[in-house]
Structures are given as structure tokens and as C-alpha cells.
């Protein structure tokens, strides 16, 4: 789910169906999440998505821009 989807915003652009891709595209070049480990529980990361940074660490250079383009929240 994208920041706005979590924050229950009924206007979405379409930077938030950019959104997840991103984050699949983190994943599958870093090996990592972006928002903490998958057992937090989903309380712990809706909160994370919507008020938080996205780690980006340890993404590749030839993508960082993009990564971090859209999967910041507010994007």
C-alpha cells in the first residue's frame, strides 16, 4: 500500500500506483524492506509507510534515484 492508501485518503494520484512497484524493485535489487522486517506486524508498518523515510540502504546506485523517488513518502 502506498502513504495515501494507509492514511485513508480518497484521492489518489498516480504516484501512489507507482508506489509499489518501487518497493518491489527495492526488494528485489537489496535483498531488504524498506520500511523494518517483515515480523513487525501490520499495525507497526502501515505506521512506518505513511510517517516514515524509506530505507533505501544498500540499493544500487544505477537505481537509487528511482528507488528513492518513489518510494519516499509524499512522493
Same mark, same amino acid.
Given at each position: 500500500?502506498?502513504?495515501?492508501?494507509?492514511?485513508?485518503?480518497?484521492?489518489?494520484?498516480?504516484?501512489?500506483?507507482?508506489?509499489?512497484?518501487?518497493?518491489?524493485?527495492?526488494?528485489?535489487?537489496?535483498?531488504?524492506?524498506?520500511?523494518?522486517?517483515?515480523?513487525? &506486524?501490520?499495525?507497526? /508498518?502501515?505506521?512506518?509507510?505513511? %510517517?516514515?523515510? +524509506?530505507?533505501?540502504? &544498500?540499493?544500487?546506485? /544505477?537505481?537509487?534515484?528511482?528507488? %528513492?523517488?518513489? +518510494?519516499?513518502?509524499?512522493?
Amino acid at each position: 500500500m502506498s502513504p495515501e492508501q494507509v492514511r485513508g485518503e480518497r484521492r489518489l494520484s498516480p504516484a501512489s500506483d507507482v508506489f509499489c512497484p518501487g518497493r518491489v524493485l527495492h526488494y528485489t535489487a537489496t535483498g531488504q524492506t524498506q520500511f523494518g522486517p517483515l515480523g513487525i &506486524g501490520a499495525h507497526a /508498518l502501515m505506521f512506518r509507510i505513511a %510517517e516514515k523515510e +524509506a530505507n533505501l540502504t &544498500g540499493c544500487r546506485p /544505477l537505481c537509487w534515484n528511482w528507488c %528513492e523517488e518513489v +518510494a519516499s513518502p509524499g512522493h
